[in-house]
């Protein structure tokens, strides 16, 4: 048991470090990535998932990411039981405002492609799109906790989660 939890903690730690000397450069300089892990809920229960690329800086504190989503969303009605499943796929831009080195406000769109399934009826094909803004607060130069309002039709209108900067 104890050599199990000492491997554990030896890869937990490696990876913590290895990302933190990954990101002492600028965080934000063009071709730096950021890894998102969301999940939220109202309506319904889903997650997000996103990888982003810097494309450029916009003075001292505002950068331009560009990136791909994918996402699902599942819902089920309160006045009848009817299921409804979202699965999109769509790329994004965001658009970050960095209030200090541990605090930036972001906000972005995205538009591509969700697949709807209704109860047991075969999946829709449909235009997926939606806004989003929300804080990213970054506890090292690599980690931060997430928290975003989502407007789409095809995920949850809040999430929460985890940004890995690299």
């Not at 030896?10 to 950021?34: E, H, I, Q, W, Y």
């Amino acid at each position: 048991m104890m050599k199990k939890f000492a491997f554990l903690f030896t890869a937990l730690f490696c990876t913590f470090v290895s990302l933190n000397l990954s990101a002492m450069r600028d965080p934000d300089a063009p071709g730096s990535k950021v890894i998102t892990v969301q999940a939220g809920g109202f309506p319904g229960y889903g997650g997000l998932v996103s990888g982003n690329v810097a494309i450029t800086r916009l003075g001292s504190a505002a950068h331009l990411y560009g990136g791909l989503q994918a996402g699902a969303n599942f819902r089920i009605g309160h006045a009848t039981d009817a299921k409804k499943l979202d699965l999109s796929v769509a790329p994004r831009f965001v658009l970050g405002f960095n209030f200090s080195r541990v605090v930036e406000f972001h906000a972005g769109a995205f538009a591509g492609v969700d697949a709807q399934r209704f109860n047991d009826r075969k999946m829709d094909l449909q235009f997926s799109y939606g806004g989003f803004g929300g804080f990213r607060f970054n506890i090292s130069p690599s980690v931060g906790l997430l928290l975003e309002g989502c407007y789409s039709p095809c995920l949850p209108y809040t999430l929460a989660g985890l940004a890995f900067r690299f």
